[in-house]
């Protein structure tokens, strides 16, 4: 019986131990070969994380896979996609965890590629340290200065340097004086703040778990103490209490709940506490949780607050210390890190996820991209894939914030296409550019409505699009002709006619089409407040730019007119010659040769220019008006 019991009391404390382990989540990065899957595997292999089945495994896919003849292959580990063992390299983000008797560990290998560079941002998005491999024969390379560079932008201040193959410069210290010199410059530049650099061979066990004999000019800790004991305790400012709400729990009619897990600072019952955006206050009820009503709630967990008074908060909202509210705004400075295939122009709009917020957004300017090789800053109308530029935000409602550096949540962000809903962008919010409060909409007496009534019509926005050479014009034209005479007062916004005052200043690259569409829209808004009936003749490539345009107006007053034109037939009529000119190379980027034409998907009028004229199109419009 006393066995029984003591045996019990020791597995308790066994697993007590483990649940109040900390927990140190790292990436390993750099260039391609460096040995970032090897020094994982050897890890797990040595700290016993693998179970017999993952041993067996691994000698089989050794012999099979391996690079190192009969000897175990640690890389395997971690190379689990088929392409990577063919290859030898790594591509996406592998995760693991293993356990020693001080620390749990997450552990995410990172691909080494430049074009893969987006995959190790996402490892490093929730890392404390960063693990940067080094070969030592080649030094620092550029995709060391770019994942650095990246380290710094997700916020990571602590790096472990691992100058990895010191068996291939037979552990020669000046070779690994000269790589800490150099990297500790670079850190500085980066605002690096804690770099602990280790001589290594990952492959032979050299300074990984233990000190090696090889190295004893070395007097530093290897990997595995380091990772140990290294303090990544955030010394952020204290911003006070948040809590980003992620559920409103309201299981009957008794019982309103805001869940969500604490962002930063604690909270206790009986705080005041303010809701943001909205700036109502009330105080903390209850903290509930699944095990019970906490007298304190702290960063990282999850619950549940009542509050004294109903008020209105919705998921995406902040409930924050009332005495030191988050910032709210609309408008930021902001580090974007590039993830689409499609390059990111300014003007076009995106969903913005910040905490557990969603809001539409679009970049209104570049500022600069940054050669994340030599950070300096370069001139750019737009970013490609993997680039990273500092740019200003527009939001179309105010969100709560942080600065990132005090605030991953709440100063984090990313960016969704739209249309497809993947993840394009990811960034770090740095300033507000103007508080959200600043501006206000001027009431006018004499409205929307008021206008359109004294001039007996309902303003709509007639919005041509098709090729160039479809017939766009003419038919845009025939049909304000026939509404003016039938007394109705209309205006005409065409493509050419608005490029020689408003839109000069623009040209015809994608950004610039963009920004052209968007100037249109925001004109004809204004038409259409005047009660105005607006026809834009626009080519208007892009659905993106279309869809941000209808966007602008009521429900029913946006009508899409696609003037549906085969480019053969368009190029046929060619009345400016200006197919002629795209295809001798003269016109860059011209719709339909060597720049897109996105089809609407669901315009309310589709116009078939080869069977029928022009005039019988223009009544078709008229009839859909009038009905």
């Known amino acids: 019986m006393t066995r029984a019991h003591d045996a019990g009391a020791t597995i308790a404390a066994y697993l007590a131990q483990h649940e109040t382990k900390g927990l140190l989540r790292f990436i390993t990065c750099g260039s391609v070969d460096d ?75 990172c691909p080494g590629h430049e074009q893969y560079t987006r995959n190790m941002a996402t490892g490093a998005s929730t890392a404390d340290v960063a693990v940067v491999l080094v070969d030592a024969r080649k030094g620092l390379l550029p995709q060391t200065r770019r994942h650095s560079y990246i380290v710094s932008l997700l916020g990571i201040r602590h790096v472990l340097l691992a100058v990895n193959k010191m068996d291939l410069v037979d552990f020669d210290r000046a070779v690994f004086d000269e790589i800490e010199a150099g990297y500790r410059e670079l850190a500085a530049t980066l605002g690096i703040e804690q770099v602990q650099a280790i001589p290594l061979s990952a492959l032979q066990g050299d300074n990984l778990m233990g000190r090696s004999e090889r190295t004893a000019w070395y007097g530093g800790p290897s990997v595995l103490e380091y990772l140990e004991t290294v303090d990544v305790s955030r010394q952020a400012q204290d911003v006070g209490f948040r809590l980003p709400v992620q559920w409103v729990n309201r299981p009957n009619q008794d019982f309103r709940g805001f869940a969500g897990t604490v962002a930063a600072g604690e909270i206790r019952p009986g705080d005041e506490i303010v809701a943001l955006p909205s700036g109502r206050r009330s105080h903390v009820a209850r903290i509930v949780t699944a095990d019970g009503d906490l007298a304190v709630a702290r960063e990282g967990q999850a619950i549940t607050l009542t509050l004294r008074d109903e ?157 160039s050479g479809s017939g766009k014009s003419t038919i845009a034209n025939l049909v304000d002709k026939r509404l003016h005479a039938l007394g109705y007062h209309t205006f005409i916004l065409d493509g050419d006619n608005v490029r020689h005052g408003l839109n000069k200043d623009l040209g015809f690259t994608d950004e610039d089409r963009v920004e052209n569409i968007r100037r249109v829209a925001e004109v004809a808004k204004l038409m259409s407040d005047a009660g105005l009936i607006v026809l834009v003749s626009f080519i208007s490539p892009f659905r993106a730019e279309r869809r941000m345009a209808r966007e602008l107006f009521a429900p029913g007053e946006f009508v899409e007119v696609y003037i549906d034109t085969p480019l053969a037939v368009a190029e046929k009529r060619d009345v400016k010659g200006l197919y002629a000119k795209a295809r001798a190379g003269q016109l860059r980027n011209f719709t339909g040769i060597d720049s897109p034409y996105e089809v609407p998907e669901a315009a309310e009028l589709s116009l078939d220019t080869v069977s029928d004229n022009a005039e019988r199109l223009a009544q078709r419009v008229i009839d859909f008006l009038t009905e």
């Open 35 to 109: 040995g970032k899957s090897t020094l994982i595997g050897r890890l797990l292999y040595e700290s016993r994380a693998l179970f017999d089945d993952q041993l067996t495994a691994l000698e089989k896919d050794s012999r099979r896979h391996g690079t190192q003849g009969e000897a175990i292959d640690y890389a395997l580990l971690l190379d689990g996609l088929s392409a990577e063992r063919e290859q030898g390299i790594t591509i996406d983000v592998a995760y693991r965890f293993f356990s020693t008797e001080k620390r749990k560990f997450i552990v995410a290998d």
């Open 311 to 467: 008020l209105d908060v919705s998921r995406g909202d902040v409930i924050a210390d009332a005495h030191r509210p988050a910032q709210v705004a609309d408008q930021f400075a902001a580090q974007v890190l590039w993830m689409g295939e499609q390059p990111l122009l300014p003007g076009r709009p995106y969903w913005l996820k910040i905490g557990t917020r969603t809001v539409s957004a679009s970049v209104t300017e570049i500022k600069h991209k940054t050669d994340v090789n030599t950070q300096e800053p370069l001139a750019a109308k737009h970013l490609e894939l993997n680039e990273v530029g500092y740019c200003n935000l527009y939001l179309d409602q105010p969100v709560p914030f942080e600065a990132y550096a005090d605030n991953r949540t709440l100063g984090g962000f990313i960016l969704i296409d739209r249309q497809t809903n993947a993840t394009v962008a990811a960034g770090t919010l740095q300033f507000a550019l103007r508080r959200a409060g600043n501006i206000h909409w001027q009431h006018l007496d004499v409205d929307k409505a008021a206008r359109a009534r004294i001039k007996g019509q309902k303003p709509r926005v007639l919005w041509f699009t098709g090729l």
